[in-house]
């Protein structure tokens, strides 16, 4: 009898636990990951699994898959194109190609526009400017057409992208938590629960990003977000001035960074030369980023040991002129020694 009893309140205990498990146990896999969040704080797990008890803990299931919407095979090399994403609200009619075929086209008869504003800036540097202008003779060694052309309006969009940006990302990144409001798309709530802990380690943010929030929240707070939409409302007149460039050149070319890579600044360093060496360098790349114009940067010479980057531009959707011209230019030599 004894036994009996034994074995049917094992069997019972047996098939709570399995039911337990089968209920509150999630597993990941091959290709998703799980994010707990609740008590004992985020936990992220890519071999494994959690118990997760409704009142405490919330899963996210999380893809680890390839985000792919074709695949092709040139040669023995496969090309994978993301294509358009529903979910992404950021993208306007996307356009894909298959961007193997630019390789091996050269850059004969190609247009390329030296940017005289990218060039003999206030930071610029001799050495890369010298360098930069080097690569460009290079592309009309190569057979392309190379002229210095103007876009005044280069310096003013990283004035534009600036106000953008700094009360951009105080509303979208601080206050949204890296998701923001009033758009169709995907939300992540466990990122944006992740991202929301920033309020209790508000002291281990970088000196750059809490200038950042300082500007943008005093902007937000004294003038209501007039100079966020001025700035966009400029950019798009900046933007048609490049369009306009464009229609006489198929890539604009200029120095990457105005400078060569800085030295990083001792941990105990001033708060102003910290600040100094994060926005010092951005004055051809801020532009770009604001414009959503597509740029590559290429390696096209050292100095003092310490490499230099120049920057193709393209129209939108023009990736296959820049794929087409940085292969040119990477198969004309070792750029270590150009």
């Known amino acids: 009898m004894v036994w009996t009893i034994s074995i049917l309140l094992a069997a019972v205990i047996l098939a709570i636990l399995v039911w337990f498990m089968q209920r509150y146990y999630a597993k990941s896999t091959l290709v998703m990951a799980l994010v707990r969040t609740g008590s004992g704080g985020p936990k992220v797990v890519i071999d494994g699994g959690y118990i997760s008890l409704p009142v405490l803990h919330q899963i996210q299931k999380i893809s680890m898959g390839p985000i792919v919407s074709r695949l092709t095979r040139d040669g023995a090399q496969p090309l994978l194109l993301a294509g358009a994403d529903d979910l992404d609200p950021r993208q306007y009619a996307p356009r894909t190609y298959h961007y193997s075929e630019a390789l091996g086209r050269g850059v004969q008869g190609l247009r390329i526009g030296i940017v005289k504003q990218g060039f003999n800036r206030p930071e610029s540097e001799a050495d890369v400017d010298a360098k930069v202008m080097a690569a460009a003779d290079r592309f009309r060694d190569l057979g392309a057409q190379v002229a210095e052309i103007s876009v005044e309006e280069h310096n003013f969009a990283t004035d534009c992208r600036t106000a953008i940006t700094l009360e951009g990302l105080q509303d979208h990144m601080m206050h949204g938590n890296s998701a923001g409001t009033n758009y169709r798309g995907l939300f992540v709530p466990s990122m944006m629960d992740h991202m929301a802990q920033w309020r209790n380690r508000a002291d281990e943010l ?133």
């Open 206 to 338: 970088s000196h750059s990003l809490k200038v950042s929030m300082f500007v943008g929240e005093y902007f937000q707070e004294n003038y209501r977000g007039r100079f966020y939409g001025k700035a966009q409302n400029l950019m798009r007149k900046v933007v048609e001035r490049y369009k306009a460039a464009f229609a006489n050149v198929d890539l604009m070319l200029m120095p990457t960074l105005p400078m060569k890579p800085p030295q990083i600044p001792p941990a105990d360093c001033s708060p102003s030369l910290y600040v100094q060496r994060a926005f010092e360098m951005i004055g051809n790349a801020a532009p770009h980023s604001a414009t959503g114009y597509p740029v590559m940067s290429l390696p096209c010479g050292l100095s003092e040991g310490l490499p230099i980057g120049m920057s193709l531009v393209a129209p939108s959707y023009g990736e296959m002129v820049i794929y087409q011209a940085a292969h040119a230019f990477e198969q004309s030599g070792d750029w270590r020694n150009f």
